[in-house]
């Protein structure tokens, strides 16, 4: 089968489960004719709208997605249907989608691999906001540039994801990311990973509805198990705890909650 492989807090997640803490997601196509078409539908039932420490709905959302793969360049869309009320109050409706586009570039360096790309944030559903809360009803484009390490990826795969944002935020943040992925049998595959994300100033202000200085945002440990149900049907399960950083931010919290625990389950279809 063709293996998704989620670039953000989820790095080797074979087939696996998407939310908003998963930034990019990628057909892997090294098995595989790079000049063949790779198309991937998801859909993913979670019980919490995390990103980057951001507990945007305590309840449970609906996740759909779509990818097409071709000569190492990769389009993803992404929604997320909150099926509770999120900490803007919006309810049976969609809040938001992001549309990505990722390349990755012919290198490897000292077994070192790149990846390039963009991802645009859409929220249709999250109306003007408030003065206080607008900040996530707007529109807004990123820039991302992402290093992972291969030598070891056997045990572990560590990376690092730069995010630019060049349109609303003007900031910037860095995912740091280390996964160690297994095999149990030609089906089933688990993995146990850490990340953590530390933006800028500009970008803290922004996010976190307050005056922040620069620093750690998020920390997230992760675990995630995929099944081959079909040569072209995967299903997947993660758990996922995240907390943000003990200071300022936590402290001027406009979101749902201090530190999550959640999970989901996703199904993934191949053509």
Known sequence: MKKAIIFGM????????TNAQDDVVMIEQGGSDASEVQVSVE????????????????????????????????LNLWANYDLGENYLGVQGDMSEYNFSLAYTLPLDYSEVTFDIGLINYQYPANGAGT???GRNSR??????????????????????TF??????????????????????????????GVSAGWGNTSYN????????DAGWNDYNFYGNASYELTENVTVALNLTYTLVEGGSISTINPYEADEKFYGGVNIAYDF
Do not use: K, M
């Open 163 to 192: 995010f630019g944002d060049i349109a609303e935020v003007d900031g910037v943040y860095i995912l740091f990311d280390i996964v160690a992925p297994y095999q149990v049998s030609d089906y089933l595959w688990v993995e146990g």
């Open 205 to 212: 202000d922004y996010y976190w509805a307050g005056i922040h």
């Open 43 to 74: 859909t993913a039932l979670v019980s919490s709208h995390v990103w980057r420490g951001q507990v945007r709905n305590n309840d449970f959302v609906f996740q759909p997605q779509v990818t097409i793969a071709q000569y190492g360049v990769s």
């Open 131 to 133: 003065a206080q809360f």
């Open 10 to 17: 989820a790095a080797v997640l074979t087939a696996g489960i």
């Open 139 to 160: 529109s807004t484009t990123e820039l991302f540039a992402r290093a992972t390490v291969q030598s070891w990826s056997q045990y572990v795969i560590p990376s690092v």
